[in-house]
Structures are given as C-alpha cells and as structure tokens.
C-alpha cells in the first residue's frame, strides 16, 4: 500500500495516541532521554559502538544510499553509519521520544554531514514513507520495543526498494549455559540497579531485561523475517550472542 511522503517531520498522529501500551513505551524514553547515551556506554561497557561499527560493516557496497533509520533515539545509528560509510546520500531517523528526536537533534549539527540527515517523529510500524523508497532500512534495540513486531517487519519491507537490505540490531542470550547465566544475572539484577541509578527510572532498566528475556531471537526471528517476505536472511551473533545483527533482502 503506498503512503504519503518521505520526511514529515511531525507525522506521529491519533492512530498512535490510541494505544496506551506504546504511548508508554515512548514516554518511558522520553523520561531517559537525557541520560541515555551515558547509561547505555556504562551498561554495555563500550560495546554498543563496536555493535553499531559491526552494523555498518553490513551495508550493501553500493554507492549513494539512501537509509532508513528506525527506533533512531539519539541518532548514533545514524551517524555511525555515516562515520563508517562513504556511500550514504543521505539517511532519515524516525522515532516517537520527541525527547529523543531532541538529542539525536542536538548531535548533528556538529557532524560535517548533517544536511543530508533529518529527524522525523513518527511509528515504526507505521511508516510515513512511500514503497519502494530506501535503499536500506535500519533498527537498533527498537523492534524490541515496537508493540505489533510483524506489522513494523512489513513496513519495513514495504519502504525498502526492490534490491533493498534490512539490518536489525538486538538484544540477545548467548546460547553457552554459563555465559548465559551470568547475563541473566547481570540483566535482572545488575543493570536495573546501575541503569536506574544513573537514571533516575529503575522501572526503565527492569522493562529492559524483562523484554529481552521475552523477545524471540536467533532462528525464532529469523523465522519472523522470512514471514514479513525477506529473502537470504542470516544472523550475526556478537559479544557471546548478547546481541545479534540480523539481515534481509528484499
Ligand atoms: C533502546 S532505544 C534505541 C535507540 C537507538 N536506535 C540506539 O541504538 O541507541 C529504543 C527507541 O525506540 C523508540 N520507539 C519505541 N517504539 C517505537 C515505535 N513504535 N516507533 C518508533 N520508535 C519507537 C523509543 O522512543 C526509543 O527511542
């Protein structure tokens, strides 16, 4: 189905107002905004930058691409992309935290490409753009979040063009039993401690592990990719398999 426009940059409307669940789930990023780049180096000790350098490892080698960027909070999928890549004309971060569209908003203009970059605030499962219009789209630690998982997956596939690649970034658990014990350790006890402690909204930092224990990984999303109808899809695990990057083509 095609839909209006490419960047609206104030596209998220009643449809969304509608559902209380996802009205939290923004709100609760919006409460964190601004400290949630600092509780994010602390809490994967570093990693998430080598995750997000691994992401843009994974963009197809073609030259001028356009990138969709989805659950963008505080950008730094898009400008890592841009930092790492030659090959990008331009990218379009969309999320529903205004206060997380503020941040990513205040990050760019230091960076040399910030014109080719915008911010859009709308719903990754109801993507204001029209079919066939990106070359990639991206999604970090968000389709976690997304409250109907195979309608943003469709959307996905929707806005990506015919020869398009989908990259999702997400939490993990690592398939070695002792590895995994002690992430599950880490995940219910340590990170709401520090996380709402840094914080201030230790109930942020439980949802965390909470969602991370429930979400589907692995082969179990890979099955979720080939159902939204992407093809040669495969999974990268990283860190002991605490996150993974997963991959699709249109
Ligand atoms: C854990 S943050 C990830 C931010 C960023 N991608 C990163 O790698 O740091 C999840 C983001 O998803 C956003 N989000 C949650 N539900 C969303 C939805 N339905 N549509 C768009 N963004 C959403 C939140 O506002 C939040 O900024």
């Not at 976690?144 to 959307?155: A, M």
Request: aromatic share 8%; charged share 25%.
């Amino acid at each position: 189905m095609q839909k209006a426009g490419v960047a609206i940059t104030e596209s998220f409307g009643s449809q969304a107002e509608k559902s209380p669940s996802r009205q939290d789930v923004y709100r609760m990023f919006d409460r964190i905004a601004s400290r949630y780049d600092l509780v994010n180096r602390l809490l994967s000790f570093g990693q998430d930058i080598s995750w997000r350098k691994k992401l843009a490892e994974l963009l197809p080698d073609r030259q001028s691409q356009s990138i969709l960027d989805l659950a963008t909070g505080t950008g730094d999928v898009l400008l890592s992309l841009v930092k790492y890549s030659k090959n990008i004309r331009y990218g379009i971060g969309l999320d529903m935290s205004a206060k997380m569209l503020a941040e990513a908003r205040r990050k760019l203009p230091g960076s040399a490409i910030s014109k080719n970059l915008s911010l859009v605030r709308a719903d990754a499962t109801s993507i204001p753009c029209c079919d066939n219009s990106f070359d990639v789209v991206t999604i970090a630690f968000g389709i976690r979040n997304v409250t109907d998982v195979k309608e943003s997956l469709s959307e996905m596939h929707r806005v990506l063009n015919d020869s398009g690649k989908v990259l999702i970034l997400e939490f993990s658990l690592p398939p070695n039993l002792l590895i995994r014990k002690l992430h599950l350790f880490y995940l219910r006890y340590l990170l709401p401690a520090i996380g709402g402690l840094i914080s201030g909204d230790k109930e942020a930092y439980h949802y965390l592990n909470r969602t991370i224990e429930s979400f589907p990984y692995g082969s179990d999303f890979l099955k979720l990719l080939d159902e939204a109808g992407f093809k040669s899809t495969k999974a990268h695990p990283l860190t002991f398999g605490v996150a993974t990057i997963y991959e699709g083509e249109k």
